[in-house]
């Protein structure tokens, strides 16, 4: 087994008791790479040379072993910026942007002792549920790479899956952490709306987008939690409420909890073998001393209508910024700005790109502002008060990750809405805010991984965590990729 293939916070303690270097790790990250990267392609960029030059430095004086990550990689999606390198966001837009700053997340990475080891690939800007709509080609799922990773962040799952990536950031909207996380048999977490800062994160749908870890397990999920989390001046969505530390709060998770299942929710179209996984799990809490309560989200039916609606229309105005003039992608010569502009746009963003302005631009149009986009806002605020009212009976809320396995290669390209539901069950925490996050709860019959996804309360990442650690415990999940 080589080094790239253990959890986090057990690298980190070999790493502190000297037992081996960060330039030891960091070679067998690069082996691995080397080695599956062609077929899974999970990267946009992998900086070969920079991590090892730097972990080859921290291995000769030893500063490292008083840093939190302690001179360990980890991976970023490319949409949050790393300064002095490109972030393409999947799209040609920005083939050959690099960034001047870097992103709050990775100066907190970087200042507790990580080395950013490469940029992850995704559906562009953001916007898909497969990796399939990256301008730089799909990345595979690990497990099988007939199958799609998930999406948006597949890039960053099928990294940490197929040990390519010890750990990785990626970026939640409805749920492109938690999807990915469930078809690619890893933990992803979605924090809370302004637990994490979103400076440095290339806006989709800026009162959605959250960025948060995908991890081999609950324990490194909550260490890189506790390192990217707290208040940041220069996002104003940035909440302050202190920095918890995740990774001593999972090491002790609570004996009894009680589980919410929201079943008026779970019959929104199943595959039978994702719904008898998750009764197989709430069999196992209930075996295991959990108390399960039948909660009603009566809202949440009509998430995916009001996700598609808000998230388009936020999409059409941020993505407005990209025109060829100041930065991105411009077309040849023109006569004028009106061409420039619309050539530029019209070469430079991907299909799904397009759909989704077209969309969001119309819903806020004058006529229609009230007839979908208002409409879409009090749907959301319902389901806000549905979530409020269910965690009057329960500690966290456990529905599966997602309602299908992962599915084939072009199998719901040139069907949007048929894509568009794989988010059914992320959604809802989206639109409310929430912290959500999907572990694994077991495998098909044809080996592909399956997720359950905790919800918990407005900042309740601690129960959240400590649930899901003590889930993990329970379902003992040892399934690994076959790359």
Known sequence: MGLNE??????????????????????????????????????????????????KQLSSNGGYRTKRFAGLPIAV????????????????????????????????????????????????????SSTENSAFGPTRNPWNTKRVPGGSSGGSAAAVAAGTALAALGSDTGGSIRQPAGFCGVVGMKPSYGRVSRYG????????????????????????????????????????NGVTDFEHAVADPPRTFTVGVPRDLLTMGMDAVVEANFNATVELLEANGAEVA??????????????????????SSNLARFDGVKYGHRTG????????????????????????????TYVLSAGYYDAYYLQAEKVRSLITTDFDTAFDRCDVIMMPTSPTPAFRFGERTDEPLHMYLSDVFTIPASLAGLPGISIPSGTTGDGLPLGVQLIGPPLGETIVLQSAAALEQMIGFDGKAVV
Request: charged share 25%; net charge negative.
């Open 77 to 128: 999606k490319d949409n949050i910026v790393v300064k002095g390198k490109r972030t393409t966001c999947g799209s040609r837009m920005l083939a050959d942007w690099a960034s001047p700053y870097d992103a709050t997340v990775v100066e907190r990475l970087r200042s507790d002792g990580a080395v950013i080891a490469g940029k992850t690939n995704l559906d562009e800007f953001g916007m898909g």
């Open 201 to 240: 994160l290339v806006a989709f749908a800026s009162s959605l987008d959250q960025i948060g870890p995908l991890t081999k397990n609950v324990k490194d999920c909550a260490l890189v939690l506790s390192s990217i989390c707290g208040w940041d001046a220069r996002d104003s969505t940035s909440l302050q």
């Open 333 to 360: 010569a023109t006569s004028d700005l009106y061409t420039l502009v619309t050539r530029s746009r019209d070469e430079g963003f991907g299909d799904e790109v397009k759909r989704r302005i077209l969309l969001g």
């Open 6 to 55: 253990l959890g986090l916070c057990q690298l980190v303690d070999m790493l502190k008791a000297g037992d081996v270097s960060p330039f030891e790790v960091a070679s067998d990250l690069f082996a691995a790479v080397e080695a599956f990267e062609p077929n899974i392609r999970a990267y946009i960029e992998f900086y070969a040379e920079d991590l090892l030059e730097q972990t």
């Open 294 to 315: 039948e909660v009603t989200l009566p809202h949440s039916r009509y998430a995916v209508a009001s996700y598609y609606t808000v998230a388009n229309a936020e999409a």
